[in-house]
């Protein structure tokens, strides 16, 4: 069975105080790793799909990396409008066709 | 680049009334169409997906069920709400040739 932890849970930073997300998981035959972030009462925006260790990915401020148990997404020199949930969710094979989710992390950024 | 409808926004219902959530897609054909529920301050849970007409797999039992009465519709109901059938519900859609999911904005759904 696939599982995803993320961790922590929530994290407070400073404006321009950079962190990381982590997001570890087991799954048979990783066929992607996805970043979403979700604003409160609004559906998970996508971000990011990783597919293989080593593999890395960037939009704006934030950073994607993979290896073969868990990936993280950095964030460099936040801003307050970077608060929201983070979620992370991985594909595996076996013909499965929907996604695993972690339960999040709770981002919020103080000017 | 598809878009996803989902209505209502919002939605308080009373213990033992009928459901019934509806999500459409634009944008793409023969998208793979999930239902998820997410509570508060917890991942997702997939509660049904599809790959096409009439074609509906259950990942929980559960009060709830799925049809897919056209390509790029997709309906969640139940006969009798519960209590902790309370929730945000959200519908995704897979394009065939792509591997990411997008979401559509969720229904808050509440049952008293």
Do not use: M
């Amino acid at each position: 069975e696939d599982q995803v932890t993320q961790s922590p849970e929530a994290l407070r930073l400073q404006e321009g105080e950079s962190s990381s997300l982590n997001c570890s998981y087991t799954v048979s035959g990783l066929r992607g790793l996805f970043w979403y972030r979700q604003d409160p009462g609004k559906g998970p925006e996508f971000l990011f799909t990783l597919y293989s260790a080593g593999e890395e990915k960037e939009k704006e401020r934030l950073k994607a990396t993979l290896t073969k148990k868990e990936s993280f997404l950095h964030i460099t020199a936040p801003k307050p409008e970077d608060s929201a949930t983070y979620l992370c969710a991985v594909r595996g094979g076996a013909g499965r066709r929907a996604l695993t989710f972690g339960s999040g992390t709770r981002l919020q950024v103080q000017p | 680049s598809q878009t996803i409808h989902q209505w209502p926004a919002t939605l308080v219902q009373p213990v033992g009334s009928p459901l019934s959530l509806e999500c459409t897609v634009e944008g793409t054909s023969n998208p793979n169409l999930y239902w998820y529920r997410q509570a508060a301050g917890r991942g997702l849970q997939l509660l049904f997906y599809s790959v096409g007409i009439g074609q509906i797999s259950s990942e929980v039992p559960q009060n709830l069920s799925a049809s897919r009465p056209q390509d790029r519709q997709f309906i969640l109901s139940s006969k009798k709400l519960l209590l902790s059938d309370s929730g945000f519900y959200l519908c995704a859609c897979t394009a065939r040739s792509y591997n990411e999911q997008f979401f559509g904005p969720g229904t808050r759904l509440t049952v008293l």
